[in-house]
């Protein structure tokens, strides 16, 4: 067996993403001598490890390459996403601090596990191997199972980690079973070999197409469920109402960037020519995902409608969102759109990004000590005792609903072009109906804030932190609403990221 | 399905093993004395007079302590094979196990100090 030498691993590309995972590491004991009361230190050197990420990140950025023996991949796809979660993960440290504060569950581990998730996320984005993805994916699930619990004494709180381990470990079971299928039926567990594979199952040579149908919806199953689409939704809105806001907040962002990344990475790399039949024009997950975009749209839509408590709102909108999302891997399945639709789904994650974690930011800057103070009636005369709170609020749920002028309307306009470039009609419809709907819940929420009076002071607790975080995903999204170009234009670094991932 | 051509053995040893499971405990029923009691059929624990159900108090100790021996029972059991092929493999081999112990000394480190190894 011929090992490499240490410069055939290519260790300078995976620095960002190992950079943050060994920095997570050497916190956690730093973390042990720092005392108690001061623990916010644990959080800067966090912050501190994330910029560092990114930096590095966008250093590797442009210089594609691959590492660790064609197990992990630096390209642009991976650098946007890594751009987009690093925010993310930025951003959530941000408003942490002081919500970790007041309400009691100040831990230095709280950051060290935002580390590693985050690690996670973006070997995930990186990941060019089915037995890569499966780590990555555990390195970002089980941090994410702690941190939904770390409320813990509360029963909530830890109602959100069990459900979420336990279905959470029986989706990754379902993963590995269709990688381990799929490895079955190709021989290879290399995404750019499996290629080559399918297109030799499909000529009729062995009788591996039905392992391989089966493997892919498998896998399909399992990462739908880290992106919470609709039959692997049910967890959702308990762990998002239980999990503590700024955690909640990071993985209806995070652990759908990764989920994404990797289910467009394995469909477009590895399975681009998995059809039904040998000469079918698109590709045989097509209807798959059809099915479930349109599903998830109309229920996390329509569900999201009867929700009292804001997170249990946002986290109904982030699975009809996650809809949105996978109405552009739909469209990727048809081979001259998947460029553009993998460019509208990485658009579309970035928009959402922004929006969404400005709203939870609000979400949380209202919440009380206790936990408590999450419901839709407590929005009420917020425009009267914070007008600027309540109109950034305003913008971030014109945004989600997909109002021009916001990011949330160009992420949107990006995924309907490319599912009509694609051909599917009705899916373009289902959206764009579904879309309507979801103005209703979000109006509402506006409607609480500027037409009805409330009793009480609401914003009782939006520290200088969160201000921050709000006004830093408040410029995002108005950025991006109004120079969409940033991102949609053809020679910018979207097009470059899907360049380096559609053949 | 020339595919499956390579898991027949696997389903063989399968077979075989439901096949030789039910054939000795029907032998051993057929042949043996049978004569229950209560003990006799009693859950199996360690030797002991069962007392009590299962379902009760543990201190949460045992469960760290638990979880612990398992973290360093994989490793040992990650570093056996690696010991018996190390001289195939060289130093790169080496580096490797280093960062895997590293990685698992920071845990080590960890539980130490936040007190997990303390009985009291």
């Known amino acids: 067996m011929q090992l490499p030498s240490l410069s055939e691993l290519n260790l300078g590309l995976t620095v960002p993403a190992l950079s943050l995972a060994l920095w997570a590491c050497i916190l956690l004991v730093i973390d042990l001598f720092i005392p108690r009361d001061r623990k916010s230190v644990t959080a800067w050197l966090a912050a501190g490890g994330v910029v560092f990420a990114f930096i590095a990140n966008l250093l590797v950025y442009r210089d594609p390459g691959v590492a660790f023996m064609g197990l992990f991949v630096a390209d642009e796809f991976a650098g946007f996403l890594n751009i987009v979660v690093l925010l993310t993960a930025f951003i959530a440290i941000l408003m942490s601090v002081d919500y970790l504060k007041r309400t009691g569950i100040e831990r230095g581990e709280y950051y060290v596990l935002l580390l590693m998730t985050t690690s996670g996320i973006m070997f995930m984005n990186s990941a060019n191997d089915l037995a890569v993805v499966f780590i990555a994916l555990e390195l970002l699930s089980i941090p994410l199972y702690v941190l939904a619990a770390f409320r813990a004494p509360e029963e909530r709180s830890e109602e959100a980690g069990l459900k979420y381990f336990i279905l959470g470990a029986f989706a990754s079971a379902f993963f590995v079973f269709g990688a381990a299928l799929i490895y079955g039926a190709t021989g290879s567990s290399s995404l750019p070999v499996i290629v080559d594979a399918v297109g030799r199952a499909l000529a009729g040579e062995g009788s591996s197409l039905l392992l391989l149908l089966m493997g892919s919806g498998l896998i399909l199953a399992g990462l739908g469920f880290k992106v919470a689409v609709v039959p692997f939704h049910m967890w959702t809105p308990d762990v998002y109402e239980g999990a503590p806001t700024p955690v909640t907040a990071f993985m209806s962002v995070g652990a759908k960037v990764g989920g994404f990344a990797a289910l467009l990475r394995i469909l477009l790399v590895a399975l681009p020519a998995l059809t039904v039949a040998e000469g079918d024009a698109v590709a045989g997950w097509q209807t798959a995902t059809w099915v479930v975009a349109a599903l998830t749209l109309i229920l996390g839509n329509i569900v999201a409608i009867s929700q009292t408590n804001i997170k249990r709102l946002l986290a109904y909108s982030s699975i009809a969102h996650a809809g949105y999302v996978l109405m552009a891997v739909a469209a990727a399945g048809t081979p001259g759109v998947s460029d553009q639709a993998t460019r509208a789904a990485l658009i579309y994650l970035m928009a959402y990004m922004f929006t969404n974690l400005g709203a939870f930011a609000v979400a949380m800057a209202i919440e009380k000590d206790d936990g408590s103070g999450t419901s839709l009636d407590d929005f009420k005369g917020l425009g009267r005792s914070r007008p600027l709170l309540a109109a950034i609020m305003a913008v971030f749920m014109l945004s989600l609903t997909g109002i021009p002028l916001t990011a949330g309307f160009v992420g949107k306009w990006v995924v309907f072009q490319a599912t009509i470039e694609a051909g599917l009609y009705t899916l373009a419809v289902i959206g764009v109906l579904t879309s309507v709907i979801s103005a209703f819940y979000y109006v509402r929420v506006i409607v609480n804030m500027f037409l009805e009076d409330g009793e009480g002071d609401p914003a009782a607790a939006a520290t200088p932190y969160v201000q921050w975080a709000i006004y830093l995903t408040f410029a995002g999204t108005l950025v991006l609403g109004i120079i969409p170009s940033l991102v949609t234009n053809l020679s910018g670094p979207v097009a470059l990221a899907v360049a380096s991932l559609v053949p | ?120």
């Open chain 2, 1 to 120: 399905m020339p595919t499956f051509d390579e898991f027949a053995p696997i389903g063989a040893l399968l077979i075989l093993s439901v096949v030789m499971v039910a054939l000795i405990t029907i032998i051993s029923r057929l042949f043996g004395p049978y004569r229950p009691s209560l003990r006799k059929t009693a859950p199996y624990e360690s030797g002991m007079k069962p007392i009590g159900p299962a379902v009760r108090r543990f201190p949460v100790r045992f469960y760290l302590i638990a979880v612990l021996f398992i973290l360093f029972d994989i490793e040992v059991v990650f570093m056996l094979p690696w010991a018996v092929v190390f001289r195939q493999l060289g130093l790169f081999a080496l580096i490797e196990m280093v960062i895997f112990i590293a990685i698992l000394l920071v845990g080590y480190f960890y539980a130490w100090r936040k007190g997990a190894l303390e009985w009291e």
